[in-house]
């Protein structure tokens, strides 16, 4: 059990700190509403990753190509989408340090949304995870248990500390973090075209 719960570790830690999609967001999110209400959405791998590994595991290794360009191109609809929210919150700047209920929920659910739209985690069920964790599980049930309760506390854990870290710019001032919020609008704007257009070529060229 020890070697899956290292192995496990291993690959969240790895896959925590890989920059993409939901780290993107991250930085959108603790820019517009602040890191305490942005933390949720450090659990938003627990909540998209069920479907996804229960739909690898059904039928590893037999995704047709296709359907995971066709994720990569909705994905980048939704991170075009939260490109524009970030940008209209630079245009029109809003006193984040007041209480916005329902702001949590709302957060983790987009968090989410990112991420099962986020076709790395498909390819990492199916190339990594899911056959690391059939092999563990017919080792014995609990060490595929344990590899999968590693991975995801340490990715947890890792989204949580990059969501504190990126908080320290709310101590910066109010022109500095409609820049960030400017950023953050780039950098998803950037990702969700390349995504998009590697979507559409790949669909195209099947």
Same mark, same amino acid.
């Given at each position: 059990?020890?070697?899956?719960?290292?192995?496990?570790?291993?690959?969240?830690?790895?896959?925590?700190?890989?920059?993409?999609?939901?780290?993107?967001?991250?930085?959108?999110?603790?820019?517009?509403?602040?890191?305490?209400?942005?933390?949720?959405?450090?659990?938003?791998?627990?909540?998209?990753?069920?479907?996804?590994?229960?739909?690898?595991?059904?039928?590893?290794?037999?995704?047709?190509?296709? =359907? +995971?360009?066709? @994720?990569?191109? $909705?994905?980048? *609809?939704? %991170? &075009?989408?939260?490109?524009?929210?970030?940008?209209?919150?630079?245009?029109?700047?809003?006193?984040?340090?007041?209480?916005?209920?329902?702001?949590?929920?709302?957060?983790?659910?987009?968090?989410?949304?990112?991420?099962?739209?986020?076709?790395?985690?498909?390819?990492?069920?199916?190339?990594?995870?899911?056959?690391?964790?059939?092999?563990?599980?017919?080792?014995?049930?609990?060490?595929?248990?344990?590899?999968?309760?590693?991975?995801? =506390? +340490?990715?947890? @854990?890792?989204? $949580?500390?990059? *969501?504190? %870290? &990126?908080?320290?710019?709310?101590?910066?001032?109010?022109?500095?973090?409609?820049?960030?919020?400017?950023?953050?609008?780039?950098?998803?704007?950037?990702?969700?075209?390349?995504?998009?257009?590697?979507?559409?070529?790949?669909?195209?060229?099947?």
């Amino acid at each position: 059990m020890l070697e899956y719960l290292i192995l496990g570790t291993g690959l969240g830690l790895t896959a925590g700190i890989q920059p993409g999609p939901l780290q993107a967001y991250f930085l959108s999110s603790v820019a517009k509403r602040g890191w305490l209400r942005t933390l949720p959405a450090a659990l938003a791998p627990l909540l998209s990753d069920g479907p996804i590994a229960l739909l690898i595991l059904f039928a590893l290794n037999r995704v047709p190509a296709t =359907a +995971t360009q066709f @994720l990569r191109a $909705a994905g980048g *609809i939704l %991170l &075009l989408y939260l490109a524009w929210s970030s940008f209209r919150q630079w245009l029109h700047p809003v006193d984040d340090t007041q209480p916005q209920d329902g702001k949590t929920p709302s957060t983790l659910l987009q968090a989410a949304a990112v991420n099962i739209l986020n076709p790395s985690s498909y390819l990492g069920w199916s190339l990594v995870l899911g056959p690391t964790f059939l092999k563990a599980w017919h080792e014995s049930p609990g060490n595929g248990v344990a590899l999968v309760a590693a991975f995801y =506390a +340490t990715m947890v @854990l890792v989204n $949580a500390t990059l *969501i504190v %870290l &990126l908080g320290t710019t709310r101590f910066l001032g109010p022109g500095a973090r409609r820049a960030l919020v400017l950023v953050s609008a780039i950098v998803l704007a950037a990702l969700g075209a390349y995504q998009l257009v590697s979507g559409l070529q790949g669909l195209t060229a099947a």
